[in-house]
């Protein structure tokens, strides 16, 4: 069965400092990876997605992240973080085409000026 | 562009009560999704529609809740009767295709008393 792992609750950082929040995930054919972003009282937003090609994927507001096929993990990472950074992150997995999202159970980041 | 609408935004209910969402996806967008988000979780999706056709509603609890996309454009999902479980925050997205980034909705946060 798909799943998607998160395993930090809450990620704290200073403001410009570098940001990385944590995600694994497991299916058993091509995956489509995506992170996305929640602010209070919000639907979610894309931030970037993973099928195929450079491992190295950018997206919006200066947020990449990497994957890694052999430790079956997409990060999410920022050079510099900011404190309208601080939001909820979920990463989310679907099997080739099939448009079904297995979310992550979501990360609290928190930017500290 | 205009983003996925959805509403009411906020509806508070008592139990055994029948309640009603709706969503109007992007324009052409043929693909449109309904997830349940339960609080500190990552969305479950409820059902998927191609078009008019509902081509994966195996997380929809069918002995209480329905949904329909009569012209393959606005949808509504109900529930009858609502439970006291029911309480989450319902949302809609939509996507180009089922490979591609689902875009959200604000959701409709559905209080069962």
């Known amino acids: 069965a798909q799943s998607v792992a998160q395993p930090e609750d809450q990620v704290n950082v200073a403001e410009g400092n570098p940001l990385t929040v944590k995600c694994t995930y497991s299916?058993?054919?091509?995956?489509?990876l995506f992170w996305y972003v929640q602010y209070p009282n919000r639907g979610l937003q894309f931030l970037l997605k993973y099928i195929t090609g450079d491992n190295l994927v950018k997206g919006s507001y200066g947020f990449e992240a990497e994957f890694n096929k052999s430790q079956t993990s997409f990060h999410l990472k920022k050079p510099s973080a900011l404190v309208s950074d601080s939001a909820l992150y979920f990463c989310?997995?679907?099997?080739?085409?099939?448009?079904?999202?297995?979310f992550g159970q979501g990360t609290t980041l928190q930017v500290k000026p | 562009e205009a983003g996925v609408v959805q509403s009411p935004r906020y509806k508070i209910i008592e139990k055994k009560q029948p309640v009603a969402f709706w969503c109007n996806p992007i324009?052409?967008?043929?693909?449109l999704y309904w997830y349940l988000q339960n609080l500190g979780q990552g969305p479950e999706l409820l059902i998927r529609y191609e078009n008019e056709e509902a081509v994966d509603d195996s997380q929809l609890p069918k002995d209480r809740f329905s949904a329909e996309r009569l012209k393959g454009v606005d949808s509504t999902l109900k529930i009858q009767p609502a439970e006291l479980g029911d309480s989450a925050v319902y949302l809609c997205?939509?996507?180009?295709?089922?490979?591609?980034?689902?875009?959200f909705g604000p959701g409709t946060r559905l209080t069962v008393l």
């Open positions: 324009s052409g967008h043929n693909t």
């Open positions: 997205a939509s996507s180009l295709d089922a490979r591609d980034e689902q875009f």
């Open positions: 989310a997995v679907s099997l080739d085409n099939t448009g079904k999202l297995i």
């Open positions: 299916v058993s054919g091509n995956p489509y």
